[in-house]
C-alpha cells in the first residue's frame, strides 16, 4: 500500500490518540465528581453531558463552529494568541472526536464506579484517605475493568467520527482527513477499490477494540 492509504490512518490514528486521552480524562473527572454530589439540576448537568451520544454528527458539528468559530470568543481569543484558527485544524479534528467519543466513556465510567460500596470508600475515609487516595486505592481497583473498557469503547468511537470532524475540521490531506472522511471522499470519487481497503482497515481497529471489551465483561 502506498502513502494515498497510510496516510489517512496516520493521520486518525494521531487525532484519537490524543483525543481518546482527552475525552477519558474528562469522564473520569465528570463521573467521580457527579456520583459523590447530590445537587439540584443533577440528572439536567448528566443529560446535558449524555447530548453528544444522540444528536445528529451535523449538530454537533454546528455548535462546534459557533463556539469555537472564528467570531466566537474562544475562537478569537486562539487566533489572536496562536495567529491560527481552531477551525479547519488538526486541533478541531481533536475536539470533535473528544466530544463525540466523552459520552459513552462517562457512562460506562458512571456504571463503573456506582457499582462500587460506598461503606467501603466510607471506611477509607474514615482511616484518614484524601479523596484521592480513595479514588487510587479503592475505587480504580475495584473499576479497573469499566476503565478500561470505557476508554477502548471512546477510542473506537472518536476513531470512526465523520460528520462532526467533516464540519467543523474538514477533509485537509495529512491533516484532518481521517478514515472516515477518505473513504466517504473515495465512495463520491468514484475510487472503490481505496474504500475498501479503508473500510476493512477500520472494522479491523474496531473489532479488536470490541473484542478486548467484551473480554473485560467476562
Known amino acids: 500500500m ?7 490512518i496516520l493521520v486518525s490514528l494521531r487525532v484519537v490518540a490524543l483525543a481518546s486521552i482527552l475525552s477519558f480524562i474528562l469522564a473520569v473527572l ?38 469555537f468559530g472564528r467570531r466566537s470568543f474562544v475562537g478569537q481569543w ?9 477551525v479547519f485544524s488538526y486541533i478541531a479534528a481533536v475536539i470533535a472526536a473528544t466530544v463525540v467519543a466523552f459520552p459513552l466513556i462517562y457512562q460506562m465510567l458512571m456504571n463503573g464506579f456506582e457499582s462500587v460500596d460506598d461503606d467501603l470508600e466510607a471506611a477509607a475515609r474514615q482511616m484518614g484517605a484524601s ?8 475505587t480504580v481497583p475495584l473499576t479497573w475493568r469499566s476503565l478500561v473498557s470505557g476508554y477502548m469503547l ?8 465523520f460528520g462532526a470532524t467533516m464540519m467543523f475540521a474538514g477533509s485537509i490531506a495529512g491533516l484532518t482527513r481521517t478514515i472516515p472522511t477518505s473513504i466517504y471522499i473515495a465512495v463520491e470519487s468514484g475510487n472503490t477499490a481505496m474504500a475498501y481497503y479503508w473500510v476493512i ?10 473484542s478486548v471489551v467484551q473480554r473485560l465483561k467476562k
Request: glycine share 8%; hydrophobic share 60%.
Open 201 to 210: 482497515s477500520i472494522v479491523i481497529f474496531a473489532f479488536g477494540l470490541l
Open 78 to 86: 486562539f487566533e489572536l494568541l496562536f495567529n491560527q484558527t481552531i
Open 131 to 138: 479523596e484521592w487516595k480513595v479514588f487510587y486505592h479503592v
Open 30 to 67: 465528570a463521573a467521580w465528581f457527579l456520583k459523590k454530589k447530590s445537587f439540584k439540576g443533577k440528572v439536567f448537568v448528566e443529560t446535558i453531558l449524555m447530548l453528544p451520544l444522540v444528536l445528529p454528527p451535523t449538530v454537533i458539528g454546528f455548535g462546534l463552529l459557533v463556539i
Open 154 to 161: 471512546g477510542f473506537a468511537r472518536a476513531l470512526g467520527e
Open 2 to 8: 502506498g502513502t494515498e492509504f497510510w496516510t489517512p
